[in-house]
């Protein structure tokens, strides 16, 4: 009996841990959209569900797809759940299925899924951003 007890200590906060990565990009899908006028244009805006307003503020990890974007002089990449030819930008997936990242060093483009760490923060009025950023983002290694 002791020793289930230890190995269920031992193994819980790794088993939290592996839910906790994959659950990051179903808690994000936890959004609304309502219509506001700017300038005379009709826009989407972003009403983040509780499950997504959690994450604001916390260090997350993340698995996903690099995607390289046009930004001069800085660490800066988009970041999908899904493949290139699934995402957001390519595909038929969501604004909710993609991040911009801010990273601490400069990371290179990766057919492959990576595992990323940082601070998630929710953008519901900057336009010229994405809805979700990931900030100080570290590359994990495996």
């Not at 797809?65 to 930004?71: F, H, T």
């Not at 999908?80 to 400069?106: D, H, L, N, R, W």
Request: hydrophobic share 40%.
């Amino acid at each position: 009996m002791r020793f289930l007890i230890f190995l269920l200590f031992f193994t819980l906060p790794a088993h939290i841990h592996a839910q906790d990565e994959r659950s990051v990009w179903r808690n994000l899908a936890d959004v609304s959209y309502e219509m506001r006028t700017v300038d005379g244009q009709k826009m989407e805006y972003p009403i983040f569900g509780r499950e997504a307003r959690k994450l604001n503020g916390q260090t997350v990890t993340i698995r996903g797809y690099y995607l390289p974007i046009e930004v001069s002089g800085v660490n800066t990449f988009a970041f999908s759940a899904y493949p290139m030819s699934s995402c957001y930008f390519c595909g038929g997936a969501g604004p909710e299925t993609v991040m911009e990242v801010k990273s601490t060093k400069k990371l290179f483009y990766s057919a492959k899924p990576i595992l990323l760490k940082g601070t998630l923060r929710l953008n519901a009025d900057d336009i010229e951003h994405l809805m979700y950023r990931l900030e100080d983002a570290e590359r994990v290694d495996e």
